[in-house]
């Protein structure tokens, strides 16, 4: 089992920088990719990137650019970073992790980004 707990969420004026980071504990040894979603009200959840355990990272196209992607191992944890700069109120959303381990899907429990002047 992999537990995850994310924070940074907030408050940012257009324009603006915000980071997140989620903890990823338990049977980390088993993940094999870490990835940020997000759902703004009334859409779907959608992929914002996704980091491989081998380092490969892939964005959607709405954030290529202005998102990026890192991670930080442990012997116990791992941590994954999401830098958000140039922010629209576009990027308004909550803010999901997701550890892709053993075949299942594991989520934390969400951080909300509000960009609004």
């Known amino acids: 089992q992999v537990q995850l707990v994310e924070s940074g969420g907030g408050l940012v004026q257009p324009g603006g920088s915000l980071g997140l980071s989620c903890v990823a504990s338990?049977?980390?040894?088993?993940?094999?990719?870490l990835a940020w979603y997000r759902q703004a009200p009334g859409n779907e959840r959608e992929l914002v990137g996704r980091?491989?355990?081998?380092?490969?990272?892939?964005?959607a196209d709405s954030v290529k650019g202005r998102f990026t992607i890192s991670k930080d191992n442990t012997p116990t944890t791992t941590t994954v970073h999401l830098q958000m700069n140039s922010l629209t109120t576009e990027d308004t959303a909550v803010y999901y992790c997701n550890a892709h381990s053993l075949g299942s899907y594991n989520w934390g429990q969400g951080t909300q980004v509000t960009v609004s002047s």
């Open positions: 338990g049977r980390v040894f088993t993940i094999t990719s």
């Open positions: 980091i491989t355990r081998s380092g490969s990272i892939n964005y």
